[in-house]
């Protein structure tokens, strides 16, 4: 933090941590939180999901003589999505330099890798057949003289089964 001292009004949390974390990934990744958090309208809603900026490169200048060259954005990006921003590149590229305010970036680099924060879905467990259910499968599939074939297709008509909301009507 800046080492002042607040007092009175409350501060959003949000603030607290762009003082945080700026410095951090401006420092590691030449990236700064007002990138981060405004992505989603430099990119698109469509592309803000699928997404992320990773890092800006900058090109080593061996000295200070040496012209100002563009920096090279990195993207991780869903493989879904890869196809899009790669024919979207100009106009990202574009965008983020309006948004930076000068043409800072020349280039998009794009890496492929899980962008989706959280999480994965949790499986729901599948509902209990009832007697009559299974007893159904049983009898569809005895005519199966392979017990491994038969141990099979009764596994899968019971996921099948439970995965129905309701169970079905005992004369279907």
Known sequence: MTGKKRYGN???????????????????????????????????????????????????????????????????CEAAAALHVQHETTEIAARANAFLGFNAIGRIKIVQKPVAAGQPPQRTRPRP????EQDRLKHLTSGIESDSLRESLERLGASVLASRRKPPLANS
């Open 129 to 132: 057949l009832s007697a009559s």
């Open 10 to 76: 409350p501060v959003p949390v949000s603030d607290l941590a762009t003082e945080l974390l700026d410095p951090v990934l401006r420092r590691r990744a030449g990236l700064s939180m007002d990138l981060v958090q405004s992505w989603p309208e430099i990119v698109g809603g469509r592309l803000a999901s699928s997404t992320r900026p990773e890092k800006v490169a900058w090109p080593r200048r061996l000295s200070e003589d040496d012209p100002f060259e563009p920096a090279t954005l990195v993207i991780a």
